[in-house]
């Protein structure tokens, strides 16, 4: 039965598409033509009616819930040419929250509720405050107070550099030669320059001293001008010697005789000097003159330590003696009222270790270390490499920049130079110049003394410890000694030395000592390599070995 239906209906669309495809009828040709023009109305309306519902959004169709068009409806609106009408909600009205009126929070600020914990919040508060306030006050309390720096000039602040010997000392055997060599002398840290005597002054020859004339053998008056502008751009002061009688035999003072002429003409003499520019005098033999004219003695300190509303800036005045007893050293200290004074009283010669830690003992006992002085050598006693030997250059060099006070080194100390048959031998310049072994192994041996010295100056300027700290003595005996160098809160410095030909052991086991300490620096630095830990209770060191250790302070 469908499938006679199904071929009924076959054959009705079989002739319905028949009838559609035999061709009309001849028409009337006004009625074709009214035809065609209706047709072509109804064309150009549907392109605008397609055209503006190509204008429209294309939309979704509506909710399925809601009531549906018919099919055909839809083909005839909603879809029409691919286009499909959206419906868009309208926005919902914005709620905006404008808070309690002042009526609505005065009445609610005034419930016991809300006073209490107002109360309850301004008692915190203050209960906070003060507990902060307390416990700000116990941490200062209970803090360690630092101490307050001494008073310090400035030569004690780093090594005085003394050239006795102009001609010896350069190439140009000159003032201007000097000059030239500020720049490198300024690379060793040093803070003074002592120069001279360069006055013209002949042997034991009172009647043609001239303190203000610059001898003619070392130059001129401008050639000194210049080397004290040269060094004070380089933050070296200058110190002149003037010594009356630095070349004769007779005694630094000619004759007791002569004392008090030849101190009254130097009071001019400084006056004249000072004006130039220099920074301090140093004179040999102040004993004598302290002794013999104690009232010209107290106008030549006058001059020279008073400060001036034109030079403000202190003068340091420098004694130098001959005696070696520490406490002959410290009875002239304080005697003749010098800033410093320079003695043999560390002078190798018959000292072993003990009778130098006794020597330094005394003398910080019983003066500020400011006003205390250490030199080995001088203008009477030659160069260190003399008189220590060559292998012990740098423990000397460690022991005079680490003991309280200001050290003093000669010409050619840096380098372990050697007298060789005269006191005031040439200085020795490094160059570019091709040396054979030997002398290259000399060389090199300089410039590792020179670059010891430079470290350990350099070290000492930054390091208050090192600068202005307590000297505690921790061990010593015939041949061996060490000592401590601490100020407040800084890091702490131990310097240990062994003088024999033997290796030794300390065993420093003091309560302000840590159980090891780093090194800085030492002498044979294969056997205490820097930056290495090493055991204080069991210190080895070889023979003539030195070395500086460090440890940072603990509370």
């Not at 420098?318 to 009283?345: C, H, K, P, Q, Y």
Request: a negative charge; glycine letters at 8%; aromatic letters at 6%.
């Amino acid at each position: 039965m469908a499938g006679m239906n199904t071929e009924e209906t076959n054959v009705d669309l079989k002739d319905a598409e028949t009838k559609d495809a035999q061709p009309t009828e001849a028409a009337d040709p006004a009625q074709v033509s009214a035809d065609a023009d209706a047709t072509e109305a109804d064309v150009s309306e549907a392109d605008l009616d397609q055209e503006e519902q190509e204008k429209q959004p294309m939309t979704g169709g509506k909710d399925q819930d809601g009531d549906a068009p018919s099919a055909g409806a839809e083909m005839d609106g909603a879809e029409k040419n691919g286009s499909v009408k959206l419906k868009i909600p309208e926005e919902a009205e914005e709620v905006k929250f404008t808070g309690l009126n002042k009526e609505e929070l005065l009445r609610v600020a005034g419930t016991p509720g809300w006073v209490r914990t107002r109360w309850a919040l301004l008692v915190v508060f203050w209960l906070g405050w003060l507990g902060m306030l307390v416990g700000a006050v116990l941490i200062i309390l209970q803090a360690p107070r630092c101490r307050d720096l001494p008073a310090t000039n400035w030569w004690n602040e780093g090594p005085l550099y003394q050239i006795g010997n102009i001609q010896a000392f350069t190439d140009t055997r000159n003032l201007k030669g000097v000059e030239q060599k500020v720049g490198s002398l300024s690379q060793l840290k040093v803070r003074g320059l002592v120069v001279g005597p360069i006055h013209v002054a002949p042997a034991d020859d009172a009647m043609n001293l001239r303190f203000e004339e610059v001898s003619p053998e070392v130059g001129n008056l401008e050639q000194f001008k210049g080397l004290v502008q040269a060094a004070h751009k380089k933050g070296i002061s200058v110190v002149l010697d003037l010594t009356p009688n630095y070349q004769g035999s007779s005694g630094p003072w000619f004759s007791n005789i002569s004392v008090t002429n030849v101190a009254e003409r130097l009071k001019s003499a400084l006056v004249f000097w000072l004006n130039e520019g220099v920074d301090g005098v140093q004179l040999s033999g102040v004993e004598r003159v302290a002794s013999v004219v104690p009232s010209l003695w107290a106008d030549i300190r006058v001059i020279v330590q008073n400060g001036t509303d034109d030079r403000p800036n202190k003068r340091v005045l420098i004694g130098v003696t001959e005696r070696s007893s520490a406490e002959d050293v410290s009875a002239l200290l304080s005697f003749t009222g010098v800033d410093l004074l320079i003695s043999r009283v560390l002078l190798p010669s018959n000292m072993d270790a003990t009778d130098r830690a006794e020597a330094v003992q005394l003398l910080y006992s019983s003066h500020t270390q400011t006003k205390l002085a250490w030199g080995l050598g001088g203008l009477g006693d030659g160069h260190l490499g003399s008189l220590v030997g060559p292998a012990l250059v740098k423990l000397h060099q460690l022991l005079l920049l680490t003991l309280p006070g200001t050290p003093v080194v000669n010409y050619g100390d840096e380098i372990g130079l050697m007298d060789k048959g005269t006191k005031f031998p040439s200085m020795l310049w490094d160059s570019d110049e091709e040396l054979n072994g030997t002398m290259q192994e000399e060389r090199a041996e300089r410039l590792s003394c020179r670059s010891f010295f430079r470290s350990l100056s350099e070290l000492r300027g930054k390091e208050r410890s090192l600068l202005f700290g307590d000297f505690l003595l921790l061990s010593n005996s015939s041949s061996s000694l060490a000592y401590l160098r601490v100020w407040d809160q800084s890091k702490r410095y131990l310097a240990a030395f062994n003088w024999a030909e033997e290796a030794a052991v300390l065993q420093l086991n003091d309560a302000a000592l840590p159980l090891r300490a780093e090194v800085v620096f030492s002498t044979n630095s294969s056997v205490l390599p820097p930056d290495s830990s090493v055991n204080l209770a069991n210190l080895q060191l070889g023979p003539g070995q030195a070395t500086l250790l460090s440890f940072p302070y603990t509370s």
